[in-house]
């Protein structure tokens, strides 16, 4: 057997150029989940039954089923309702912002629910408004909870944005997997791809575990 | 019953209802308090003073009945909530300050967010009123390197900062070591002294024989007995408060009066 | 648009053996996970620094490539090293089980460190040997803290375990785009799939909540 490395030596802007993409998709998603997750979060909390059931329903699915299958099922299934044609990009952008926001969602509802309910009261009887005591008393409480768990999250997203290549959105799991069958060099592509995520993530991850020690800290 | 009716009160109680579930918390209580007034709220744990205490300024919805402050139906549709909220200062057992905001972060928050008071003007004020309480050096610290008692001065202090008309306390000294239960009392005797309306639950009954003009005495959601402390005290008239009062082993505040 | 399951008469049981098959190939991933992360999280609690330093690059990698990266790699890439190949469902399950096994590991840390230091010293203060404590003191207890993290974790296996049919696996998401390949109706199929996997993992969500509020008090020591 042998190892014929050139093959990536002769690919490599191409493999960073996927790189990018995934850098890309990951930030974009996380932009869009953040103020996503907050509106979930909002919606649930609503004197409305109609607006809850709905940001409810939206969290349950979405945390509930694989997202690869959401991929699969944005990318057919979006066109078919709105008539507008979409690229692979977008529709893998849509399936992974809905699935994060419904998991930020989360994250934002336990934080705010771990600040107790004596704090709330006490804004309200100061005269703030609900809003008011959200963003002034509750919010920059419950961020020591949120910011880990939202670490974590980002964390698996990065990992996460490989499952759009089912639908040739050309990051970096898609740009390896093409390489792969059109180069025949299996083993290089495959270990030169997994050795690039990890050398992305390895830090993320360590990262992310700063994070969760500095929070623990302050609390 | 003895005290004369105030024909003007600046809190009107009038058979206010209230039930969680089974429970009826509140089961029609009245109470007015005059301008100036010193009401304390006794009674078994379980009586419902907390919860009438919250749904003065609306924290707590009710099931009937009404509470008028100044003229104002604080439970109608239409009323300004905030603004009731805001001329009423509440103090809780638990302080519940805010643990992100330094000492005079809690006492600044109100005037400058509510009331949108220039920086400089809110932090003066709160300097004074952290003075008035005994912790003006205190500015700066966290509300966790202070002790339970101090905390409940900022406490005091944050409240006052929104200029109320009348204060609430739910057992403000409950949740503190003894040692510290006496700085707290002393402020709040200063703050009626100064001619303050205060509705105060508490279990200290040498506080309320002293302070209170009108004790109210509360049983199972109900208020069973209103009178000057040395009525309560001395010579209840319903079975049921000679009973709680000799269950705190209360020996007579004879040596308290006059 | 317009639904169309005339199809399905032809294909239920077709689909059914890939629900069949999701569910081995979860059960079995959690068994390789949890066995995986048992052993490593007790190697980096009580196995010394040097063990800690070196199984915590395992951690971190498992936290770092993505599944469906770790499965092409050992279905296509691994043969061509071992000389030897693996089903789809061999791959899957070693696949899935050892990217668990990562986050099983910092459950299993997590839980460990919760027990008080105290209880280690009573129980050695016993004269018990350092894994009968373990076994006998230390892991009962953490086991019950654990225990929602891991329900969450399963949930996350029978979601993840669809990443295997880019490997070709048989399971339900594999079967479903067989389906598709004879049928032309992607929407259709693909929603039958998305209401059986949400049937799957929801009331195991459910139930893990459930426990969580049951058992959180017991968190508290
Ligand atoms: N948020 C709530 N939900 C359900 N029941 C409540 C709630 N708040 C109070 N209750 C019930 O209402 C009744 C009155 O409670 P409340 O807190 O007003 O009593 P209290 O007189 O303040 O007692 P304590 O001296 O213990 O503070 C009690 O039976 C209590 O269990
Ligand atoms: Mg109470």
Redesign the pocket.
């Known amino acids: 057997m042998t190892f014929d490395w050139s093959v990536i030596v002769q690919n490599w802007p191409l493999l960073l150029q996927g790189a990018g993409v995934t850098i890309a998709l990951a930030l974009v998603t996380m932009v869009i989940a953040v103020p996503g997750g907050l509106l979930l979060t909002l919606m649930r909390g609503s004197p409305r039954a109609p607006v809850r059931g709905l940001a409810t329903a939206f969290v349950e699915f979405f945390r509930s089923t694989p997202l690869m299958l959401q991929v699969y099922w944005v990318f057919y299934v979006l066109p078919m309702l709105t008539d507008v044609q979409v690229d692979a990009f977008a529709a893998g952008l849509t399936a992974l912002a809905c699935n994060v926001s419904a998991f930020n969602s989360e994250t934002f509802r336990s934080g705010i629910n771990s600040i107790r309910p004596g704090q709330r009261q006490a804004a309200l009887a100061l005269g703030m408004t609900g809003l008011q005591a959200m963003r002034l008393i509750i919010l920059p409480q419950a961020v020591h909870r949120v910011l880990p768990a939202l670490a974590n999250t980002w964390v698996s997203l990065f990992k996460d944005t490989s499952l759009v290549s089912i639908i040739a959105v050309s990051e970096l799991s898609y740009v390896g997997l093409q390489l792969r069958s059109q180069t025949f060099r299996v083993l290089e592509v495959l270990t030169a791809m997994a050795v690039l995520y990890w050398l992305m993530g390895y830090p993320q991850a360590k990262i992310a575990d700063w994070i969760h020690r500095t929070c623990k800290v302050t609390e | 019953m003895t005290a004369p009716t105030d024909p003007q009160p600046i809190l009107r109680v009038t058979e206010v209802r209230k039930h ?2 089974p ?1 009826q ?1 509140l089961d029609g209580v009245s109470l007015d308090v005059s301008r100036g007034e010193v009401v304390c709220l006794i ?10 205490l919250r749904t003065l300024n609306a924290l707590e919805p009710i099931d009937g009945g009404q509470v008028v402050f100044d003229g104002i139906d604080v439970h109608a549709r239409q009323t300004d909530l905030r603004r009731v909220r805001q001329r009423m200062g509440m103090v809780f057992q638990n302080f519940e300050l805010f643990p992100h905001l330094s000492v005079l972060g809690n006492v600044v928050v109100g005037p400058r967010q509510i009331l949108k008071r220039p920086l400089e003007e809110a932090e003066h004020q709160a300097r004074e009123l952290l003075g008035k309480v005994g912790l003006a050096d205190k500015a700066r610290m966290r509300p966790a390197e202070l002790s339970g008692g101090q905390q409940q001065r900022v406490a005091i202090a944050r409240a006052l900062a929104m200029r109320p008309d009348m204060m609430l306390f ?2 403000p000294t409950s949740a503190l070591d003894p040692e510290t239960i006496g700085e707290v009392l002393s402020v709040m005797k200063r703050l009626a002294d100064e001619g303050m309306t205060m509705v105060v ?1 508490t ?1 200290e009954m040498t506080f309320a024989a002293r302070v209170a003009d009108r004790v109210a005495v ?1 049983d199972r ?1 109900r208020i069973i007995e209103v009178g000057p402390p040395q009525q309560i005290f001395e010579a209840a008239t319903a079975a049921r408060t000679r009973d709680f009062l000799r269950h705190l082993d209360w020996d007579g505040a004879s040596d308290l009066m006059s | 648009m317009i639904f169309d399951f005339t199809f399905l008469p032809g294909f239920w049981r077709f689909l059914l053996g890939g629900v069949l098959v999701t569910l081995w190939l979860s059960l079995a991933s959690i068994g390789v996970g949890l066995m995986v992360g048992l052993a490593v999280g007790i190697l980096r609690t009580y196995g010394g620094r040097a063990m800690d330093a070196v199984l915590s690059v395992y951690v971190d990698t498992m936290r770092s490539i993505p599944l469906l990266v770790i499965l092409v790699w050992l279905f296509f890439a691994m043969p061509l090293v071992t000389g030897r190949s693996l089903t789809p469902l061999a791959a899957g399950i070693i696949g899935l089980g050892l990217h668990l096994g990562g986050f099983v590991a910092e459950v299993v840390r997590a839980g460990l460190a919760s027990v008080r230091a105290g209880q280690m010293r009573a129980a050695l203060a016993l004269g018990m040997s350092v894994s009968q404590a373990i076994r006998v003191v230390i892991l009962p207890q953490a086991l019950i803290r654990m225990m929602p993290a891991l329900g969450s974790l399963l949930v996350i296996t029978i979601k993840d375990s669809a990443i295997a049919s880019v490997i070709a696996a048989p399971e339900l998401l594999y079967k479903s785009q067989v389906v598709i390949g004879k049928t032309y109706r992607p929407v259709e199929t693909f929603t039958i799939a998305l209401v059986v996997y949400f049937l799957l993992s929801w009331p195991v969500a459910r139930g893990v909540d459930y426990l969580y509020r049951r058992v959180a008090h017991l968190g508290a020591s």
Do not use: I, N
């Open positions: 969680y579930g429970v918390a009674g078994p744990s379980g009586s419902g003073k907390s919860t009438l739910d057992e639950v279990h509360f959601g």
